[in-house]
Structure formats: structure tokens, C-alpha cells
Antibody
Framework: EVQLVESGGGLIQPGGSLRLSCAAS????????MDWVRQAPGKGLEWIAS????????DYVDSVKGRLFISRDNSNDLLYLQMNSLRVDDTAVYYC???????????WGQGTMVTVSS | QSALTQPPSASGSPGQSVTISCTGT?????????VSWYQQHPGKAPKLIIY???KRPSGVPDRFSGSKSGNTASLTVSGLQPEDEADYYC????????FGTGTKVTVL
């Protein structure tokens, strides 16, 4: 089955770190750019990061630059989001998504909730 | 980069049509023919329903159609069905991928 499954979310204190994972299956993971998109409670979607097929190029929204880092392991079909210096406004459901180009994300995971609170 | 502007809500009766607008700038919607639309039901992940302004992924009903004029893209849902009640978001390729503010569609 073609799917993405996120894990790693939870409750974390402000300033803490967390690593999210996204396991891909059913397709050639290494052939696709991959992205992370988040959605704060009751709010809209926000694209936050993307990574090239071979991991050589990354891009981030300004609000997470220097704190969140996207990476991938093509040998094990895994996408990661390392989250450092977490802030209360990072609280959101985090989705990984398969990128077919030019802002089109055709496969999404179910999402994992990250709550930043003291 | 600020979000693309969508109306907060839209509604229609079953069988009617509803059109949602997505207004950007000459640097995103107006420059690129790369606007996508996503449908999101409560508590669920978004689903791609339109990409590259007018293209539908396999499995998406042809009741969903997209268009663009100048800096504004539009999604039309024809023959509204109860299951079309959801939030809809546009996204434009640009210097950064920017989502729209979202539109809640209600089927009356």
C-alpha cells in the first residue's frame, strides 16, 4: 500500500527538542522531493520545509529557519524533522507529504501532534 | 510571504455549484501556472484535488475544476454533494510555497 506514516509527536516543554519521523512505503521514496506541512489547532495549513530527492537541497519557511531541520534516509525510506528550540507557537499537527512538483503534494501522512507547553 | 486570500466560507445546496477564489500577487498566482487545491475533512489529512491550475489527480471526480485569471485562481465544485462539505485550501508555487487562508464549504 502506498502510504506515509508519521511518528514522534508528543508534549514537550518550550526550548526542548523533538524528532519526527515519516515512514514511506509502496513507492520509490528516493525519487520524490518530500515536505513537511503543519497545522496549528483551528488554523490553516503552513508549509515549513522541503528536501530534494538525494537530500542535497533543503528549503524552509523563514519562521523555522535555524531551529527545524529536514533530512532523509533513502536506504530505509524515512523522512525526518529535527525540531530544536521549540516554542509554544510550534504547537501543531505535523504532516509529511510527497511532493510531485511546483507545490503539488499528492500523498499525505495522517499527521502527528506536537504540543509545546510548560 | 503572506498567505493567499480566500473567502472564509461558501455554501450551496446539493446539486448546486460553488466557486472559491484564491487571490495572490503577480509574484505567485499571477506568475506561475502552478496552483494546487486541497480538500480537508475535519480531523483528516488534506487531499490533493487540483494541481497545475486545472489538472485533477486520478480518482478525483470531474465535479472539481480549477481555473485562473490574473492574480486570482478559482476552484469550482459542480453538483455539490454532502461529502463535499470540508475545508479547502489553495497553494501557489512561488519563492516559497504559500497556502491560502482556507474556505469552509457548507452543503445546505
Amino acid at each position: 500500500e502506498v502510504q506515509l506514516v508519521e511518528s514522534g509527536g508528543g508534549l514537550i516543554q518550550p526550548g526542548g527538542s523533538l524528532r519526527l519521523s515519516c515512514a514511506a512505503s509502496g513507492f520509490r521514496f528516493s525519487s520524490y522531493w518530500m515536505d513537511w506541512v503543519r497545522q496549528a489547532p483551528g488554523k490553516g495549513l503552513e508549509w515549513i520545509a522541503s528536501i530534494k530527492t538525494d537530500g542535497s537541497t533543503e528549503d524552509y519557511v523563514d519562521s523555522v529557519k535555524g531551529r527545524l531541520f529536514i533530512s532523509r534516509d533513502n536506504s530505509n525510506d524515512l523522512l525526518y524533522l529535527q525540531m530544536n528550540s521549540l516554542r509554544v507557537d510550534d504547537t501543531a499537527v505535523y504532516y509529511c507529504a510527497r511532493d510531485i512538483g511546483y507545490g503539488a503534494f499528492d500523498l499525505w501522512g495522517q499527521g502527528t501532534m506536537v504540543t509545546v507547553s510548560s | 510571504q503572506s498567505a493567499l486570500t480566500q473567502p472564509p466560507s461558501a455554501s450551496g445546496s446539493p446539486g448546486q455549484s460553488v466557486t472559491i477564489s484564491c487571490t495572490g500577487t503577480s509574484s505567485d498566482v499571477g506568475y506561475y501556472n502552478y496552483v494546487s487545491w486541497y480538500q480537508q475533512h475535519p480531523g483528516k489529512a488534506p487531499k490533493l484535488i487540483i494541481y497545475e491550475v486545472t489538472k485533477r489527480p486520478s480518482g478525483v471526480p470531474d465535479r472539481f475544476s480549477g481555473s485562473k485569471s490574473g492574480n486570482t485562481a478559482s476552484l469550482t465544485v459542480s453538483g455539490l454533494q454532502p461529502e463535499d462539505e470540508a475545508d479547502y485550501y489553495c497553494l501557489s508555487y512561488g519563492r516559497r510555497d504559500v497556502f491560502g487562508t482556507g474556505t469552509k464549504v457548507t452543503v445546505l
